[in-house]
């Protein structure tokens, strides 16, 4: 959304890897591979994204960008672990977004009915 309001083309299906490059963000293929490191837990990979991304971004970006993908963890995963489904509006507002990324692959999806195709 925020791609939409500054007038930018984001291609969402970079989350997903179907797309290289930055995808109509700034250092956006920088942005995703940093977010993998931390998910994925190669301390290796983790060590050169960290430095590469904090080199770009600076220091407070970085720090900005690390409470972003830890906080979106967190609540995820206790949404998840919950089961608390989207409610109504956001399942309408949202359902396009998640049918190209094919969220509905994902076992949490079997939290909202109707939620699960993809």
Do not use: K, W, Y
């Not at 994925?40 to 080199?55: I, T, Y």
């Amino acid at each position: 959304m925020s791609g939409t309001i500054a007038g930018a083309a984001v291609d969402l299906a970079a989350v997903n890897g179907a797309v290289e490059g930055d995808a109509g963000v700034t250092h956006g293929a920088r942005l995703v591979a940093f977010t993998d490191a931390v998910m994925n837990g190669d301390d290796g990979a983790l060590e050169q994204e960290r430095r590469v991304v904090r080199a770009l971004l600076g220091p407070d970006a970085f720090v900005d960008l690390a409470a972003v993908i830890g906080t979106f963890n967190v609540v995820d995963r206790i949404a998840d672990a919950t089961g608390i489904p989207l409610d109504e509006p956001l399942e309408a507002a949202t359902g396009d977004i998640r049918a190209d990324l094919r969220l509905g692959r994902f076992a949490s999806a079997a939290n909202t009915p109707g939620a699960q195709s993809g």
